[in-house]
């Protein structure tokens, strides 16, 4: 069984539509659900967002995955941990290295401050979208990546 916890953690992508407005569900959010702090950083890429709800008391299994799915926790990383709970892993895991990046991680003081680092740092839908089509997404190696040659030849 997964150790008792007494935090519920959300991750916000910097693609996702509104970075703000999910900063401040995510964080009024985990308050109405008893958080007695909330702290926002940076995820390890530095554009998207790791909040963390701190609670004095245990928080029961079934209560944290929902209230992760009702504030827009990727459901991804939902489905992950709660297989990761039945083989008694940990779970609501926050990385600081992902793939051999150990980037800066700026804890901000305030939910606002995070917000104003959202509005001016984050990319909007269309700007990623742009640059995936100019220069291709990280995870495809361009040799990957059908031209429009071979498109048409089909």
Same mark, same amino acid.
């Given at each position: 069984m997964t150790a008792p916890t007494t935090r519920i953690t959300i991750d916000i992508d910097s693609h #996702?539509?509104?970075?703000r407005l999910r900063l401040l569900r995510a964080t009024n959010g985990l308050q109405r659900a008893g958080a007695y702090d909330v702290e926002v950083a940076t995820s390890t890429s530095g554009t998207g967002f790791h909040v963390v709800g701190f609670f004095d008391e245990h928080v029961p299994l079934e209560t944290q995955f929902q209230v992760r799915r009702n504030l827009n926790d990727d459901p991804n990383r939902i489905q992950m941990d709660r297989q990761r709970a039945l083989r008694g892993l940990p779970i609501n895991t926050m990385w600081t290295t992902k793939d051999g990046n150990e980037?800066?991680?700026? #804890?901000?003081?305030? #939910?606002?401050?995070?917000? *104003?680092?959202? *509005?001016?740092n984050c990319r909007t839908d269309k700007q990623r979208l742009n640059s995936i089509q100019n220069h291709g997404h990280k995870a495809i190696r361009d040799g990957q990546i059908p031209r429009m040659s071979a498109v048409n030849a089909l």
């Open positions: #996702v539509q509104n970075p980037g800066d991680r700026q #804890v901000f003081d305030t #939910v606002d401050d995070a917000i *104003e680092y959202a *509005e001016t």
